[in-house]
Each structure stands twice: as C-alpha cells, then as structure tokens.
C-alpha cells in the first residue's frame, strides 16, 4: 500500500512554468513504476508521463513531449512533473499513480493500483 499527495498545481498564464510534486508514504517508493495522468472536466483521463522505478526510462504523450519532464528522487520519496511553456489545453486536473513492479502498460491509466487526490492546473490569460 502507497498513499499519493499530489501539490504544486495552480492559475498561471500561456508560456509559464509550474512543477508538480507528488509526495509518497506507505512503503518502498523505489519499488513502483510512477506516472502522471490528467483530466478535464468532461474528459477522459489521458497518459501525460511516466517513469520506471531507477529513473532511467521515462515516456512520454505526444502532446507534451519536450515541454514536460517527469523525474523522481526516491531517496525523498518523491516524484516530480516539471511543465514548460504551458498551453490552456494543459488545463486539468493532474493525477499520480503508482504501480508495483511487474509487466505493464506505462501509457494506460488501468494498469496503475494506486492514485493521488490530483491538483488543479489551470492555464489562462
């Protein structure tokens, strides 16, 4: 069992930054596949980026490859979601999720057992 916070969201305008934290306690952070999902209202929940246990491979959506980067420091417990030049279609709801080590799918929300409460990220001028 992994309990995900999630912080760092908030109103910012076209073009600027934000990072995204995701803090988590339970047990052995360096064991879980990490990702990060998002959600608008409406929508359905999309792959944003995901990270395997080390660190060394990482994936990314389409959409936000080159503008987002996803890292993590397990000897924090912590995962990060570093947006540049953000866009008003990065508006959501940001969500991480952790997986127990084992075959998956990093792009597919369903292949994840535990998620984060989410933080809002709202771009607009």
């Known amino acids: 069992q992994v309990h995900l916070v999630e912080s760092g969201g908030g109103l910012v305008q076209p073009g600027a930054s934000l990072r995204l934290s995701c803090g988590a306690s339970?047990?052995?952070?360096?064991?879980?596949?990490m990702g990060w999902f998002r959600q608008a209202p409406g929508k359905e929940r999309e792959f944003v980026a995901a990270i395997n246990w080390s660190g060394s491979n990482t994936y990314y959506a389409d959409s936000v490859k080159g503008r987002f980067t996803i890292s993590r420091d397990n000897t924090k417990n912590t995962l990060y979601l570093e947006m540049n030049t953000l866009k008003p279609e990065d508006t959501a709801s940001y969500y991480c999720?952790?997986?127990?080590?084992?075959?998956?799918?990093?792009?597919?929300?369903?292949?994840?057992?535990?998620w984060g409460q989410g933080t809002q990220v709202t771009v607009s001028s």
């Open positions: 999720a952790a997986r127990e080590l084992g075959p998956m799918t990093p792009t597919l929300a369903q292949g994840y057992d535990y």
């Open positions: 339970g047990r052995s952070f360096s064991e879980y596949a």
